[in-house]
């Protein structure tokens, strides 16, 4: 869904040439490739990878494929842009960074929301110093009924729940902006309370087997909230929490505060 | 700054440009985005805050 309503749309909008789109539904693959005007179209990625001629690979699919996919698109000299969380483990993440920079590769991850205008003017100030020291984040992405539904419900397919798919983001937000210090310690908590007694799945964000009613099956093995903090080696402290289903009002709120200063978003 | 609903579909926009810059520059370096060792650094700390999630 992701490749549809961003990927392909802004790479045609770059005004680059999208040589092929892979599916393991034939059929959405070929229904994909006639919607934007793309001439090729395969099932299998190892056909697109080795048979496209494409100088660049975008992988967005469900989390368990990022690795095998990502991997075999750098073995083949291929530029890869592959959606969030990076991998099912950190191990896996190691040997996808190792291998894209001994080839000489770009391997970059959909970690959109430092690209957001709040968050850039947010990182802006805190290079300006006019924050100070920063020293404190807290990010908080709340969905009081925002469950996907789907694979990323399944612990096996997603690698978890709300923490997986938007904690990534919260996570990433609040390291990034902290200035990206060298980890120290994670403490944590995380419920499931809700999901595994009978979800409300939020329509708008299914995933697309779901919304063609080509997955019907209700499993959700994932967490509904999670929450804890991050120590990093300079003394930093990362806040999150993070939730599908939590009987909470919605939020999203970024907060950074320094020696001098603090700001939080959005608004800026 | 002005809200009009789109701010999360710039970003991905921004996002993609700069995987082209990065790619066209032939430096191969990301200014903004998250690369390789960028996101093994945030799946180690996925993987250590859920160690801590109720199953």
């Keep these: ?268 | 700054m002005i809200f009009d609903g789109r701010e999360e579909g710039e970003a991905h926009f921004r996002l993609t440009q700069e995987f082209v810059r990065a790619i066209s520059s032939g430096k191969q370096e990301l200014r903004i985005g998250a690369d390789g060792w960028d996101g093994y650094t945030i799946m180690v700390m996925l993987e250590r805050a859920s160690q801590f999630l109720q199953s």
Excluded at chain 1, 98 to 120: K, N, P, Q, S
Excluded at chain 1, 135 to 150: D, E, I, M
Aim: glycine share 12%.
């Design chain 1, 1 to 268: 869904m992701i490749a549809q309503s961003a990927h392909i749309p802004n790479l045609l909008r770059l005004g680059q040439t999208i040589v092929g789109v892979v599916d393991r539904n034939f059929d959405r693959a070929r229904r994909v490739a006639e919607q934007f005007g793309i001439s090729r179209y395969w099932d299998d990625y190892f056909m697109a990878i080795d048979g496209s001629g494409a100088d660049a690979v975008v992988v967005a699919t469900p989390t368990k494929f990022h690795y095998p996919i990502t991997m075999a698109a750098l073995q083949a000299g291929k530029h890869v842009l592959c959606e969030k969380p990076p991998a099912m483990t950190a191990a896996e993440a190691y040997e996808m960074a190792e291998e894209a920079e001994r080839r000489g590769l770009v391997l970059m991850y959909g970690l959109h929301r430092r690209f957001r205008d709040d968050a850039l003017a947010a990182k802006e100030a805190i290079g300006r110093g006019e924050l100070g020291d920063v020293y404190f984040a807290r990010v908080r992405w709340l969905r009081s009924r925002g469950a996907p539904g789907g694979w990323f419900c399944r612990k096996a397919l997603a690698g978890g729940g709300p923490l997986f798919d938007i904690g990534v983001h919260a996570i990433d937000l609040g390291w990034w902006l902290l200035g990206k210090p060298k980890l120290k310690e994670v403490y944590g908590f995380g419920f499931q309370r809700i999901g595994a007694k009978g979800v409300d799945l939020e329509r708008g964000h299914q995933p697309s087997d779901v919304r063609e009613g080509l997955d019907r099956e209700i499993l959700f093995d994932v967490e509904d909230h999670a929450g804890g903090f991050i120590t990093f080696e300079g003394g930093q402290v990362l806040s999150y929490e993070v939730s599908w289903l939590l009987n909470d009002r919605d939020d999203f709120r970024v907060t950074i505060c320094g020696d001098k200063r603090g700001l939080s978003f959005p608004p800026l």
